[in-house]
């Protein structure tokens, strides 16, 4: 497997990815690096993220196929568009980033932690700069369902989401794919391949193509 490169420009590290198509079979293309912003940025334009466990080194993901969600490909059931319209939920966008990425950070915790203190350092980051953003589900003043991400070159990479009440987290992505429509957003990006997410609309596709799509 390659490791991630890094060469000395001045007195900074440049990080350097291998290409894609050297991924094995399971989608992993890189180990090591660090993740700074310079680093996470360089990885999502090329069309990789980050994902490990506690013990591991930074591990580097480009899967082929690739999960996406095209906006226009969203399905909203019936029982789901209803939901969105009771008065009881509201909807916010970056109203607080901190406490969407802690509780999808506690909610997966028995699934085996992979949001770690580094990347909820790194992603904070990402978010005051303007490059990580939130959306959050309130049933009163209780924030039960939300989604976060990186919005770059029109894609927003979707890192995770979570509910904690029935459908919060379908309620939070279909606030998400309505922004991406006003902001005629390429797709979302949702990494790997899971049923719920089949569901609601988003299909597998070859890398190289999402690799275009992204870099059109």
Sequence with gaps: MHSVIQESASLMAVVIFPEPCAANEDGLLAIGGDLSMETLLQAYAQGCFP?????QPILWWSPDPRMILMLDDFYCSKRLA????????????????????KQCEEV?????????????????????????????????ELL??????????????AESMFSI?????????????????????????????????ASLGAQEIPRTQFLELIKR
């Design 51 to 55: 994902w490990y466990s506690e013990g």
């Design 165 to 197: 009440k029935r459908d919060a987290s379908k309620m939070a992505l279909a606030m998400l794919v309505e922004r991406g429509k006003r902001e005629s957003w390429k797709c979302i990006d949702c990494q790997f391949y899971t049923e719920h997410l």
């Design 82 to 101: 209803r939901r969105l319209k009771q008065n009881r939920y509201r909807f916010s966008w970056d109203e607080n980033f901190s406490q969407v990425i």
């Design 108 to 140: 997966h915790r028995d699934e085996g932690v992979w949001l770690l203190p580094d990347m909820l350092r790194a992603y904070q980051e990402l978010h005051s700069k303007a490059y990580a953003h939130s959306v959050e589900v309130w049933e009163g």
């Design 144 to 157: 039960i369902g939300g989604v976060y991400g990186v919005l770059l070159n029109q894609v927003f990479f």
